[in-house]
């Protein structure tokens, strides 16, 4: 029979010589094939070497390519196109909005290695919206911090978040470019989130978020305002986040009645 049907050499042993689980020739394959991805070596809507091409780079079967091929779609990496192959899609964050998740949580989640890239702290008065938000006194001010956040090596989204004084002043000594805010005021700060408000809209990009997201003034971008709450209710983050159509994607379970 060929090796096509049977494949027993890809498939994964119970145990190698030396009791250590075996990892399957195919998820090897997926992850050489997800770092070249991320690492830019294929560039977003590359199309990847075909199975027969794979098959001989690797020495590997027809079925144990597939297998990987189908892992890497799974992860949301690339997209298959009939008759035409496999294709590198944008790196795409899945935001649960039952949820509050973090950046680097909904990266994760599919596999890729998120960071921010802190354009500026500053503190000072709070404009009228973000002082209403926050609940804050007429004459009080704010932290804020400005930051594109990168998926896979682009540019995915532009942040300005708005903190009261007393927690951002704290939290601008911090590492805000590797780790995730809300990881940051739970793990370092102590504080315990509770639930956010969220409001989704479609916004054109001005000179700002053009820039910074690589794409032209104009285009269509998601804006996004969240006003997370600590446990006790407190509102303590007001966020503006701009992001591009193509790199989000949302979902929520809606119960009937």
């Known amino acids: 029979m060929g090796s096509e049907m049977t494949d ?10 030396n009791g250590v689980p075996q990892t399957p020739k195919y998820a090897l394959i ?3 094939l997800r770092d070249r991805i991320l ?3 294929f560039a977003r809507g590359a199309q990847l070497p ?21 892992a890497l779609r799974s992860a949301g990496l690339v997209e298959s196109r009939q008759g035409k192959g496999y294709f590198v899609r944008a790196v795409r964050a899945v935001q649960d909005l039952g949820r509050l998740q973090g950046f680097g949580e909904l990266m994760a989640a599919v596999g890729v290695e998120a960071h921010s890239v802190v354009l500026g702290v500053s503190e000072g008065p709070a404009s009228a919206e973000v002082q209403k938000a926050l609940c804050l006194d007429r004459h009080a001010g704010v932290v804020a911090i400005e930051r594109v956040r990168v998926g896979g090596g682009a540019p995915l989204s532009y942040d300005v978040n ?4 007393d927690i951002g002043r704290r939290l601008i000594e911090l590492d805000l470019a590797h780790d995730d805010i809300f990881a940051l005021l739970e793990g370092k700060l102590g504080i315990d989130l509770g639930f956010a408000d969220l409001s989704l809209e479609v916004a054109a990009a001005d ?3 053009a820039y910074h997201l690589s794409v032209r003034e104009g285009d269509a971008l998601l804006r996004i305002r969240r006003l997370t709450f600590d446990s006790r209710r407190r509102p303590i983050d007001f966020e503006y986040l701009y992001g591009r159509p193509d790199a989000f994607q949302f979902r929520v379970r809606v119960p009937r009645g």
């Open 39 to 41: 690492g830019g070596d």
């Open 30 to 32: 997926c992850k050489a």
């Open 207 to 209: 000179p700002v978020t």
């Open 50 to 70: 075909s199975e027969s091409e794979l098959m001989r780079e690797f020495a590997v079967s027809r079925v144990t390519v597939r297998l990987a091929l189908d």
């Open 162 to 165: 708005y903190f009261p004084v």
């Open 8 to 17: 027993f050499a890809d498939r994964p042993k119970a145990k190698a010589a």
